[in-house]
């Protein structure tokens, strides 16, 4: 009998062991949850987020290459393609070929904007040699009073504003593509249609005019999107 209460004494004892030990996992699994996960997704959230046009205006003062100090405001009425950029910084670069890419083509149509940020290192004339390798045609600038640091960007940042100045969409620290600007333009603005767009050729008295259709550009763009993209930068880097 009194082998048999202690038997039951001890299964009891094993029982609360067990309980303590599935309750201290259960609180060591909360406490993980509680601490972790909102910083993944705060991670994650970082990372090329679409942002609500009305949640972010910006508007900021900075320092163009010829020494005048001008407001983004002054941009306005356009979409606004801003590259935060250094001129020391590689993926700046890539972005940069890239807007370049989609100049020819929007250039009437949206304000494209390059920015060293404030803690680069650059001063004006860095910024000028950045524009002048690149045979850049778009405004370049200084972040004087580092409101870089305000909004929380660096290099290798690329913005795209619309016409009111809102953000709407952030590429954090990573090469954009062409195809990946392109597709934030469509939704803010309107190109003519190819039809619209007449090109003239002139055979004897007679003007016939067609829509163009050129190949040669199709496979440069499509060229220019490939060397752009990381995983074949990183290939390259390997069999180099």
């Known amino acids: 009998m009194?082998?048999?209460?202690?038997?039951?004494?001890?299964?009891?004892?094993?029982?609360?062991?067990?309980?303590?030990v599935h309750k201290k996992?259960?609180?060591?699994?909360?406490?993980?949850?509680?601490?972790?996960?909102?910083?993944?997704?705060?991670?994650?959230?970082?990372?090329?987020?679409?942002?609500?046009?009305?949640?972010?205006?910006?508007?900021?003062?900075?320092?163009?290459?010829?020494g005048t100090i001008i407001n983004l405001d002054s941009y306005s009425g356009k979409p606004i393609i801003l590259d935060w950029a250094a001129s020391w910084c590689p993926i700046c670069k890539s972005n940069q070929k890239n807007m370049?890419?989609?100049?020819?083509?929007?250039?009437?149509?949206?304000?494209?904007?390059?920015?060293?940020?404030g803690s680069s290192g650059d001063n004006l004339a860095a910024v000028k040699k950045m524009q002048q390798d690149?045979?850049?045609?778009?405004?370049?600038?200084?972040?004087?009073?580092?409101?870089?640091?305000t909004y929380g960007t660096t290099n290798g940042y690329v913005w795209i504003i619309d016409s009111s100045l809102n953000l709407v969409k952030s590429f954090n620290y990573t090469i954009v593509t062409r195809g990946q600007m392109?597709?934030?333009?469509?939704?803010?603005?309107?190109?003519?249609?190819?039809?619209?767009?007449?090109?003239?050729s002139q055979t004897g008295n007679t003007t016939t005019t067609n829509p163009t259709s050129n190949p040669?550009?199709?496979?440069?763009?499509?060229f220019g999107?490939?060397?752009s993209n990381p995983l074949f930068l990183a290939f390259g880097a390997a069999i180099s």
């Open 100 to 117: 370049k890419l989609l100049y020819p083509k929007y250039s009437d149509y949206v304000n494209f904007l390059s920015i060293s940020y």
């Open 225 to 227: 999107d490939l060397i």
């Open 25 to 66: 996992s259960f609180l060591m699994l909360l406490l993980i949850f509680i601490l972790v996960v909102p910083g993944i997704a705060k991670a994650d959230k970082s990372w090329n987020t679409p942002i609500s046009s009305n949640a972010f205006k910006v508007d900021f003062q900075f320092q163009l290459v010829n």
């Open 216 to 222: 040669l550009s199709q496979s440069s763009s499509l």
């Open 134 to 149: 690149g045979h850049y045609l778009w405004d370049f600038g200084l972040d004087i009073n580092k409101v870089s640091n």
């Open 182 to 200: 392109e597709e934030v333009l469509k939704t803010l603005v309107t190109l003519p249609t190819t039809s619209q767009i007449p090109t003239t």
């Open 2 to 20: 009194k082998e048999t209460k202690f038997l039951s004494v001890k299964v009891s004892i094993e029982l609360i062991k067990v309980k303590f």
